[in-house]
Protein backbone atom coordinates (compact mmCIF):
# COMPACT_ATOMS: atom_id res chain seq x y z
CA UNK A 1 0.00 0.00 0.00
CA UNK A 2 1.14 3.59 -0.95
CA UNK A 3 -0.30 6.77 0.27
CA UNK A 4 1.74 10.30 0.41
CA UNK A 5 0.90 10.61 3.92
CA UNK A 6 -0.32 8.51 6.66
CA UNK A 7 -1.95 10.58 9.63
CA UNK A 8 -2.75 8.15 12.70
CA UNK A 9 -5.28 9.46 14.08
CA UNK A 10 -8.79 10.95 13.86
CA UNK A 11 -8.86 13.34 16.79
CA UNK A 12 -9.12 16.74 16.13
CA UNK A 13 -5.30 17.24 15.22
CA UNK A 14 -5.42 14.43 12.43
CA UNK A 15 -8.28 15.87 11.00
CA UNK A 16 -7.20 19.50 11.08
CA UNK A 17 -3.98 18.48 9.28
CA UNK A 18 -5.38 16.81 7.09
CA UNK A 19 -7.58 19.42 5.92
CA UNK A 20 -4.64 21.99 5.77
CA UNK A 21 -2.98 19.44 3.51
CA UNK A 22 -3.79 20.05 -0.70
CA UNK A 23 -5.96 17.90 -2.56
CA UNK A 24 -3.79 16.63 -4.43
CA UNK A 25 -1.77 15.26 -1.33
CA UNK A 26 -2.89 11.39 -1.06
CA UNK A 27 -3.93 10.92 2.58
CA UNK A 28 -4.46 7.60 4.51
CA UNK A 29 -6.07 8.48 8.18
CA UNK A 30 -6.28 5.07 10.66
CA UNK A 31 -7.81 5.10 13.73
CA UNK A 32 -7.55 2.27 16.24
CA UNK A 33 -11.12 2.86 17.65
CA UNK A 34 -14.55 4.20 15.50
CA UNK A 35 -14.34 7.73 14.26
CA UNK A 36 -16.07 9.35 16.98
CA UNK A 37 -14.14 7.50 19.80
CA UNK A 38 -11.31 9.93 20.51
CA UNK A 39 -10.68 13.14 23.66
CA UNK A 40 -11.00 15.34 21.08
CA UNK A 41 -14.92 14.29 20.97
CA UNK A 42 -15.20 14.74 25.19
CA UNK A 43 -13.65 18.04 25.53
CA UNK A 44 -16.02 19.87 27.58
CA UNK A 45 -14.67 23.77 28.70
CA UNK A 46 -14.02 24.95 25.33
CA UNK A 47 -11.30 26.64 22.94
CA UNK A 48 -9.35 29.63 23.94
CA UNK A 49 -8.85 32.73 21.51
CA UNK A 50 -7.18 35.80 21.94
CA UNK A 51 -9.57 37.96 22.27
CA UNK A 52 -7.85 41.28 21.35
CA UNK A 53 -4.27 42.50 21.47
CA UNK A 54 -5.13 43.65 24.48
CA UNK A 55 -5.54 40.76 26.53
CA UNK A 56 -1.94 39.35 24.70
CA UNK A 57 -0.32 39.32 27.86
CA UNK A 58 -2.08 38.37 30.22
CA UNK A 59 -3.12 35.16 28.29
CA UNK A 60 0.77 34.59 27.15
CA UNK A 61 1.48 35.07 31.22
CA UNK A 62 -1.54 32.81 32.34
CA UNK A 63 -0.34 30.51 30.35
CA UNK A 64 3.25 30.61 31.82
CA UNK A 65 2.55 30.98 35.26
CA UNK A 66 0.03 27.37 34.87
CA UNK A 67 3.44 25.97 33.65
CA UNK A 68 5.32 27.31 36.24
CA UNK A 69 7.44 28.99 33.60
CA UNK A 70 9.02 25.90 32.24
CA UNK A 71 6.86 26.82 29.44
CA UNK A 72 8.46 27.11 25.51
CA UNK A 73 8.31 30.95 25.22
CA UNK A 74 7.84 30.97 21.56
CA UNK A 75 5.17 28.10 21.02
CA UNK A 76 3.42 30.08 23.69
CA UNK A 77 3.25 32.87 21.34
CA UNK A 78 2.68 30.71 18.57
CA UNK A 79 -0.43 29.52 19.60
CA UNK A 80 -1.71 32.65 20.99
CA UNK A 81 -1.09 34.55 17.83
CA UNK A 82 -2.76 31.84 15.90
CA UNK A 83 -5.54 31.57 17.50
CA UNK A 84 -7.77 33.89 15.95
CA UNK A 85 -7.16 32.47 12.19
CA UNK A 86 -7.57 28.96 13.96
CA UNK A 87 -11.34 29.76 15.32
CA UNK A 88 -12.35 31.82 12.01
CA UNK A 89 -11.87 28.45 9.82
CA UNK A 90 -13.89 26.59 12.16
CA UNK A 91 -16.44 29.16 12.19
CA UNK A 92 -16.22 28.69 8.07
CA UNK A 93 -16.48 24.62 8.89
CA UNK A 94 -20.10 25.39 10.08
CA UNK A 95 -19.02 25.18 14.36
CA UNK A 96 -21.14 26.98 16.34
CA UNK A 97 -19.81 28.65 20.06
CA UNK A 98 -21.96 30.40 22.66
CA UNK A 99 -22.70 34.33 20.97
CA UNK A 100 -24.83 37.03 23.07
CA UNK A 101 -27.91 38.33 21.73
CA UNK A 102 -25.99 40.52 19.26
CA UNK A 103 -24.31 37.96 17.48
CA UNK A 104 -20.87 38.44 19.13
CA UNK A 105 -18.80 35.34 20.80
CA UNK A 106 -19.50 34.59 24.24
CA UNK A 107 -16.32 33.94 26.28
CA UNK A 108 -16.08 31.87 29.48
CA UNK A 109 -13.71 31.57 32.08
CA UNK A 110 -11.65 28.44 33.70
CA UNK A 111 -9.07 27.96 36.53
CA UNK A 112 -6.12 29.83 36.42
CA UNK A 113 -7.16 32.36 33.51
CA UNK A 114 -7.31 36.23 34.64
CA UNK A 115 -10.42 36.64 32.26
CA UNK A 116 -12.65 35.31 30.27
CA UNK A 117 -11.13 34.50 27.02
CA UNK A 118 -12.63 30.48 26.23
CA UNK A 119 -15.58 29.82 23.77
CA UNK A 120 -17.65 27.08 23.67
CA UNK A 121 -20.54 24.84 23.02
CA UNK A 122 -22.80 24.10 25.57
CA UNK A 123 -20.47 21.57 27.44
CA UNK A 124 -19.69 19.88 24.50
CA UNK A 125 -17.28 21.92 22.36
CA UNK A 126 -15.10 19.32 21.71
CA UNK A 127 -17.67 17.39 19.91
CA UNK A 128 -19.08 20.80 17.97
CA UNK A 129 -15.60 20.97 16.63
CA UNK A 130 -14.27 17.71 16.05
CA UNK A 131 -17.94 16.07 14.32
CA UNK A 132 -17.13 19.02 11.81
CA UNK A 133 -14.04 18.43 10.96
CA UNK A 134 -14.57 14.75 10.61
CA UNK A 135 -17.40 16.04 8.22
CA UNK A 136 -15.62 18.13 6.17
CA UNK A 137 -12.49 15.41 6.17
CA UNK A 138 -15.08 13.41 5.04
CA UNK A 139 -15.85 15.34 1.92
CA UNK A 140 -12.53 14.99 0.50
CA UNK A 141 -11.77 12.54 -2.84
CA UNK A 142 -7.88 12.97 -1.79
CA UNK A 143 -8.50 11.14 1.97
CA UNK A 144 -8.68 7.30 2.85
CA UNK A 145 -10.70 6.91 6.45
CA UNK A 146 -9.82 3.49 8.28
CA UNK A 147 -11.62 2.65 11.12
CA UNK A 148 -10.20 0.21 13.70
CA UNK A 149 -7.10 0.06 11.94
CA UNK A 150 -4.22 0.01 14.24
CA UNK A 151 -0.54 1.25 13.85
CA UNK A 152 2.06 -1.33 15.30
CA UNK A 153 5.16 0.40 14.68
CA UNK A 154 6.86 2.84 12.16
CA UNK A 155 9.26 1.51 9.21
CA UNK A 156 12.54 2.89 9.55
CA UNK A 157 15.52 3.00 7.04
CA UNK A 158 18.75 4.97 7.05
CA UNK A 159 17.74 6.87 10.00
CA UNK A 160 14.09 8.41 8.10
CA UNK A 161 10.55 6.92 8.25
CA UNK A 162 9.84 5.60 6.05
CA UNK A 163 6.31 3.95 6.17
CA UNK A 164 4.26 2.33 8.62
CA UNK A 165 3.14 -1.40 9.86
CA UNK A 166 -0.36 -1.30 10.70
CA UNK A 167 -3.34 -3.86 11.62
CA UNK A 168 -6.15 -3.52 9.58
CA UNK A 169 -9.78 -4.27 11.16
CA UNK A 170 -10.00 -8.23 9.40
CA UNK A 171 -7.01 -8.83 11.68
CA UNK A 172 -4.61 -8.96 8.65
CA UNK A 173 -1.11 -6.76 8.92
CA UNK A 174 -0.09 -4.54 6.11
CA UNK A 175 2.95 -2.32 5.73
CA UNK A 176 2.25 1.33 4.29
CA UNK A 177 4.95 2.78 2.25
CA UNK A 178 4.43 6.77 3.05
CA UNK A 179 6.27 9.99 2.70
CA UNK A 180 5.61 11.20 5.74
CA UNK A 181 3.91 9.82 8.42
CA UNK A 182 1.51 11.47 11.52
CA UNK A 183 1.36 10.64 15.02
CA UNK A 184 -1.74 12.04 16.25
CA UNK A 185 -2.50 9.52 18.71
CA UNK A 186 -3.55 11.50 21.44
CA UNK A 187 -2.44 10.76 25.43
CA UNK A 188 -1.78 8.27 27.78
CA UNK A 189 -4.54 8.03 30.19
CA UNK A 190 -5.60 4.60 29.19
CA UNK A 191 -1.96 3.38 31.01
CA UNK A 192 -4.06 4.61 34.35
CA UNK A 193 -6.61 2.91 36.61
CA UNK A 194 -8.54 6.43 36.77
CA UNK A 195 -8.85 8.58 33.71
CA UNK A 196 -11.08 10.66 32.21
CA UNK A 197 -9.78 9.71 28.39
CA UNK A 198 -10.62 6.82 26.43
CA UNK A 199 -9.26 3.42 27.45
CA UNK A 200 -8.09 2.88 24.07
CA UNK A 201 -5.55 5.82 24.20
CA UNK A 202 -2.60 4.00 25.32
CA UNK A 203 0.51 6.22 24.06
CA UNK A 204 1.43 3.70 21.17
CA UNK A 205 3.25 6.93 19.71
CA UNK A 206 5.08 7.66 22.26
CA UNK A 207 6.51 3.26 22.70
CA UNK A 208 7.00 3.57 19.21
CA UNK A 209 9.18 6.55 19.37
CA UNK A 210 10.97 4.95 22.50
CA UNK A 211 11.77 1.68 20.38
CA UNK A 212 13.05 3.99 18.04
CA UNK A 213 15.36 6.16 19.95
CA UNK A 214 13.47 9.04 18.88
CA UNK A 215 13.17 12.16 21.25
CA UNK A 216 10.90 12.84 24.11
CA UNK A 217 10.05 15.90 26.49
CA UNK A 218 8.65 16.62 29.30
CA UNK A 219 7.71 12.62 29.79
CA UNK A 220 6.69 12.72 33.15
CA UNK A 221 4.02 15.97 33.09
CA UNK A 222 1.34 14.17 33.36
CA UNK A 223 -1.72 16.46 34.65
CA UNK A 224 -3.96 14.94 36.84
CA UNK A 225 -7.55 16.96 36.59
CA UNK A 226 -8.60 17.45 40.10
CA UNK A 227 -12.42 17.58 39.19
CA UNK A 228 -14.07 13.91 38.14
CA UNK A 229 -16.93 12.65 39.36
CA UNK A 230 -16.31 9.85 41.85
CA UNK A 231 -17.53 6.43 41.60
CA UNK A 232 -17.01 3.34 43.12
CA UNK A 233 -16.59 1.24 39.80
CA UNK A 234 -12.98 1.05 38.77
CA UNK A 235 -13.65 -0.11 35.34
CA UNK A 236 -15.68 3.64 34.65
CA UNK A 237 -13.88 5.77 32.66
CA UNK A 238 -13.80 8.73 34.92
CA UNK A 239 -16.55 11.72 33.94
CA UNK A 240 -14.75 15.18 33.97
CA UNK A 241 -17.05 17.68 35.84
CA UNK A 242 -15.56 20.44 33.76
CA UNK A 243 -13.51 23.74 35.05
CA UNK A 244 -16.00 26.33 33.69
CA UNK A 245 -18.21 25.01 36.38
CA UNK A 246 -15.48 26.71 38.90
CA UNK A 247 -15.24 29.39 37.02
CA UNK A 248 -19.06 29.81 36.63
CA UNK A 249 -18.55 29.75 40.70
CA UNK A 250 -18.94 26.65 41.43
CA UNK A 251 -17.61 25.56 44.98
CA UNK A 252 -15.13 23.13 46.87
CA UNK A 253 -16.53 21.44 49.78
CA UNK A 254 -14.92 19.42 52.36
CA UNK A 255 -16.70 16.64 54.23
CA UNK A 256 -18.42 19.32 56.69
CA UNK A 257 -19.63 21.21 53.66
CA UNK A 258 -16.98 23.85 54.78
CA UNK A 259 -14.85 25.46 51.73
CA UNK A 260 -10.96 24.40 52.10
CA UNK A 261 -9.42 25.86 48.96
CA UNK A 262 -9.66 29.13 46.23
CA UNK A 263 -11.28 26.77 43.70
CA UNK A 264 -9.90 28.69 40.49
CA UNK A 265 -6.15 27.51 41.05
CA UNK A 266 -3.88 25.95 38.55
CA UNK A 267 -4.94 21.99 38.04
CA UNK A 268 -1.80 20.66 39.86
CA UNK A 269 -2.15 22.81 42.63
CA UNK A 270 -6.31 22.47 43.38
CA UNK A 271 -5.35 18.51 43.11
CA UNK A 272 -2.86 18.65 45.70
CA UNK A 273 -5.10 20.89 48.01
CA UNK A 274 -8.31 18.22 47.04
CA UNK A 275 -5.80 14.81 47.79
CA UNK A 276 -4.69 16.76 51.16
CA UNK A 277 -8.22 17.71 52.07
CA UNK A 278 -9.49 13.72 51.63
CA UNK A 279 -6.67 12.32 53.78
CA UNK A 280 -7.60 14.79 56.53
CA UNK A 281 -10.99 13.99 56.20
CA UNK A 282 -10.18 10.21 55.93
CA UNK A 283 -12.67 10.25 52.51
CA UNK A 284 -12.16 9.14 48.76
CA UNK A 285 -13.75 12.45 47.19
CA UNK A 286 -14.54 16.15 48.25
CA UNK A 287 -18.14 17.92 47.96
CA UNK A 288 -18.27 20.14 44.32
CA UNK A 289 -21.13 23.03 44.97
CA UNK A 290 -23.06 23.79 41.85
CA UNK A 291 -25.76 25.30 43.00
CA UNK A 292 -23.98 28.61 43.14
CA UNK A 293 -24.51 28.52 39.59
CA UNK A 294 -28.10 29.83 38.74
CA UNK A 295 -30.07 27.41 38.16
CA UNK A 296 -31.09 28.05 34.06
CA UNK A 297 -27.71 28.78 33.50
CA UNK A 298 -26.01 25.47 34.64
CA UNK A 299 -28.86 23.84 32.60
CA UNK A 300 -28.01 25.76 29.55
CA UNK A 301 -24.39 25.94 29.99
CA UNK A 302 -23.52 22.20 31.20
CA UNK A 303 -26.41 20.34 30.08
CA UNK A 304 -24.49 16.93 29.66
CA UNK A 305 -22.64 17.51 33.34
CA UNK A 306 -26.32 18.21 34.75
CA UNK A 307 -27.19 14.98 32.77
CA UNK A 308 -24.48 12.71 34.10
CA UNK A 309 -25.31 14.03 37.67
CA UNK A 310 -28.67 12.64 37.52
CA UNK A 311 -28.05 9.55 35.98
CA UNK A 312 -25.76 9.16 39.21
CA UNK A 313 -28.24 10.13 41.32
CA UNK A 314 -27.48 13.31 41.92
CA UNK A 315 -29.50 16.36 41.65
CA UNK A 316 -26.87 19.41 41.09
CA UNK A 317 -29.59 21.61 41.02
CA UNK A 318 -30.45 20.88 44.60
CA UNK A 319 -27.03 18.56 46.18
CA UNK A 320 -23.36 18.58 46.51
CA UNK A 321 -21.84 15.73 44.16
CA UNK A 322 -18.94 13.81 44.61
CA UNK A 323 -15.91 14.76 42.90
CA UNK A 324 -12.47 13.01 42.54
CA UNK A 325 -9.28 13.56 41.00
CA UNK A 326 -8.38 11.86 37.91
CA UNK A 327 -5.42 11.28 34.96
CA UNK A 328 -6.58 13.44 32.54
CA UNK A 329 -3.85 14.98 30.15
CA UNK A 330 -0.29 14.53 29.03
CA UNK A 331 1.91 17.47 28.79
CA UNK A 332 4.85 15.84 27.23
CA UNK A 333 5.07 13.61 24.91
CA UNK A 334 6.95 12.90 21.53
CA UNK A 335 9.46 16.06 21.21
CA UNK A 336 9.13 18.19 18.35
CA UNK A 337 9.98 21.91 16.89
CA UNK A 338 7.93 24.51 16.19
CA UNK A 339 6.86 22.64 12.81
CA UNK A 340 5.84 19.66 14.62
CA UNK A 341 8.61 18.14 13.38
CA UNK A 342 10.26 15.02 15.58
CA UNK A 343 14.31 14.13 15.90
CA UNK A 344 13.09 11.59 13.10
CA UNK A 345 13.09 12.34 9.56
CA UNK A 346 9.53 12.22 7.72
CA UNK A 347 7.89 12.22 10.99
CA UNK A 348 5.96 14.55 12.59
CA UNK A 349 3.77 14.14 15.90
CA UNK A 350 0.79 16.79 16.77
CA UNK A 351 -1.87 16.79 19.38
CA UNK A 352 -1.80 15.16 22.62
CA UNK A 353 1.40 13.07 21.69
CA UNK A 354 3.61 15.73 20.85
CA UNK A 355 5.47 18.21 22.89
CA UNK A 356 6.81 21.28 22.03
CA UNK A 357 6.86 22.76 25.08
CA UNK A 358 3.95 24.69 25.31
CA UNK A 359 2.11 23.85 28.15
CA UNK A 360 5.51 23.58 30.39
CA UNK A 361 4.81 22.08 33.44
CA UNK A 362 1.22 21.97 33.90
CA UNK A 363 -1.66 22.82 31.21
CA UNK A 364 -3.79 25.87 31.32
CA UNK A 365 -7.33 24.80 30.59
CA UNK A 366 -8.52 24.74 27.35
CA UNK A 367 -5.51 25.49 25.85
CA UNK A 368 -5.04 21.63 24.31
CA UNK A 369 -7.71 22.05 21.66
CA UNK A 370 -6.23 25.29 19.87
CA UNK A 371 -2.16 23.66 20.30
CA UNK A 372 -3.39 20.63 18.58
CA UNK A 373 -4.94 22.50 15.64
CA UNK A 374 -2.24 25.62 15.71
CA UNK A 375 0.57 23.03 15.14
CA UNK A 376 -1.25 20.59 13.38
CA UNK A 377 -1.53 22.83 10.38
CA UNK A 378 2.06 24.38 10.77
CA UNK A 379 3.00 20.34 10.54
CA UNK A 380 1.11 19.99 7.56
CA UNK A 381 2.84 22.92 5.60
CA UNK A 382 5.88 21.92 6.35
CA UNK A 383 5.52 18.47 5.30
CA UNK A 384 4.59 19.12 1.57
CA UNK A 385 8.86 19.36 1.36
CA UNK A 386 8.32 15.29 1.28
CA UNK A 387 5.80 15.29 -1.19
CA UNK A 388 8.39 15.12 -4.24
CA UNK A 389 9.25 11.70 -3.53
CA UNK A 390 6.38 9.99 -4.88
CA UNK A 391 8.08 7.12 -6.27
CA UNK A 392 6.92 3.46 -4.94
CA UNK A 393 9.81 1.53 -2.81
CA UNK A 394 9.80 -1.44 -1.73
CA UNK A 395 9.67 -1.96 2.03
CA UNK A 396 11.40 -4.98 3.93
CA UNK A 397 9.87 -5.72 6.95
CA UNK A 398 9.75 -8.70 9.51
CA UNK A 399 6.41 -8.81 10.21
CA UNK A 400 6.62 -12.02 12.58
CA UNK A 401 7.20 -9.69 16.22
CA UNK A 402 3.93 -8.07 14.80
CA UNK A 403 1.02 -10.96 14.89
CA UNK A 404 1.16 -11.40 18.91
CA UNK A 405 -0.77 -7.99 19.80
CA UNK A 406 -1.38 -8.46 23.30
CA UNK A 407 2.30 -9.32 23.81
CA UNK A 408 3.02 -6.11 21.70
CA UNK A 409 0.19 -4.01 23.26
CA UNK A 410 2.07 -4.84 26.72
CA UNK A 411 5.27 -4.30 25.54
CA UNK A 412 4.31 -0.55 24.43
CA UNK A 413 1.98 0.03 27.52
CA UNK A 414 5.18 -1.19 29.82
CA UNK A 415 7.68 0.66 28.09
CA UNK A 416 5.93 3.72 28.45
CA UNK A 417 5.38 3.56 32.22
CA UNK A 418 8.94 3.05 32.62
CA UNK A 419 10.03 5.73 30.96
CA UNK A 420 7.74 7.97 32.99
CA UNK A 421 9.17 6.48 36.18
CA UNK A 422 12.55 6.69 35.19
CA UNK A 423 12.09 10.73 34.20
CA UNK A 424 10.18 10.76 38.05
CA UNK A 425 13.15 9.25 39.76
CA UNK A 426 15.53 11.61 37.84
CA UNK A 427 13.68 14.59 38.80
CA UNK A 428 13.33 13.26 42.50
CA UNK A 429 16.87 12.97 42.58
CA UNK A 430 17.65 16.51 41.32
CA UNK A 431 15.05 18.76 42.79
C1 LIG B 1 -12.91 14.59 29.28
C2 LIG B 1 -11.98 15.54 28.60
C3 LIG B 1 -12.29 16.88 28.55
C4 LIG B 1 -11.43 17.77 27.90
N1 LIG B 1 -11.79 19.09 27.81
C5 LIG B 1 -11.00 19.94 27.12
C6 LIG B 1 -11.40 21.30 26.91
O1 LIG B 1 -12.45 21.72 27.34
N2 LIG B 1 -10.55 22.09 26.20
C7 LIG B 1 -9.37 21.66 25.69
O2 LIG B 1 -8.66 22.44 25.05
N3 LIG B 1 -8.99 20.37 25.86
C8 LIG B 1 -9.76 19.51 26.54
N4 LIG B 1 -9.38 18.22 26.70
C9 LIG B 1 -8.12 17.76 26.09
C10 LIG B 1 -8.32 17.59 24.58
O3 LIG B 1 -9.59 17.03 24.33
C11 LIG B 1 -7.26 16.65 24.00
O4 LIG B 1 -5.99 17.03 24.45
C12 LIG B 1 -7.25 16.75 22.48
O5 LIG B 1 -8.55 16.54 21.98
C13 LIG B 1 -6.29 15.74 21.91
O6 LIG B 1 -6.50 15.64 20.53
P1 LIG B 1 -5.60 14.63 19.72
O7 LIG B 1 -5.97 14.81 18.28
O8 LIG B 1 -4.19 14.80 20.09
O9 LIG B 1 -6.01 13.18 20.26
P2 LIG B 1 -7.40 12.41 20.39
O10 LIG B 1 -8.54 13.29 20.10
O11 LIG B 1 -7.41 11.69 21.67
O12 LIG B 1 -7.29 11.33 19.22
C14 LIG B 1 -6.37 10.28 19.28
C15 LIG B 1 -6.61 9.37 18.09
O13 LIG B 1 -5.50 8.47 17.94
C16 LIG B 1 -6.01 7.18 17.68
N5 LIG B 1 -4.96 6.21 18.03
C17 LIG B 1 -4.26 6.08 19.18
N6 LIG B 1 -3.36 5.09 19.08
C18 LIG B 1 -3.49 4.57 17.84
C19 LIG B 1 -2.85 3.52 17.13
N7 LIG B 1 -1.88 2.78 17.67
N8 LIG B 1 -3.26 3.24 15.87
C20 LIG B 1 -4.27 3.96 15.29
N9 LIG B 1 -4.90 4.97 15.91
C21 LIG B 1 -4.52 5.29 17.17
C22 LIG B 1 -7.28 7.11 18.49
O14 LIG B 1 -8.11 6.05 18.09
C23 LIG B 1 -7.86 8.50 18.19
O15 LIG B 1 -8.51 8.51 16.94
C24 LIG B 1 -10.22 17.31 27.34
C25 LIG B 1 -9.91 15.94 27.41
C26 LIG B 1 -10.76 15.06 28.03
C27 LIG B 1 -10.41 13.61 28.10
Known amino acids: ?36 SSDSFLAQGGICMLKNDDDYKSYFEDTMKAGHYENDKKSVEIMIRSSQEVIRKLIRYGVEFKRDENGNLEFTREGAHSDKRIL ?5 TGKEITSHLLE ?20 EEDGECKGAVIRKEDGALEVINANCVFLACGGIGGLYKHSTNFKHLTGDGVAIAIRHGIKLKDINYVQIHP ?52 KKDHTEFVWEDLRTIPEDELKVHFPNIVAHCMEMGFDPTKECIPVVPAQHYFMGGIWVNHESHTSMKRLYAIGETACNGVHGRNRLASNSLLESLVFAERAANDSMKYMDNTKEQRLEVELNEYYDSSRLEDIYKNSVRKEIEKADIAMTATA
Not at 120 to 124: G, K, L, M, S, T
Not at 136 to 155: F, G, H, P, R, S
Not at 234 to 244: A, G, K, P
Not at 248 to 265: I, P, Q, Y
Open 1 to 36: MKTDVLIVGCGCSGLYAALNMPENVKITIITKSDFE
Open 120 to 124: FHEDI
Open 136 to 155: AVKKLNNVELLEYTTLLDIV
Open 227 to 278: TTFYTANDEDRSFLISESVRGEGALLRDKNGNRFVNELLPRDLLTQAIHAQM
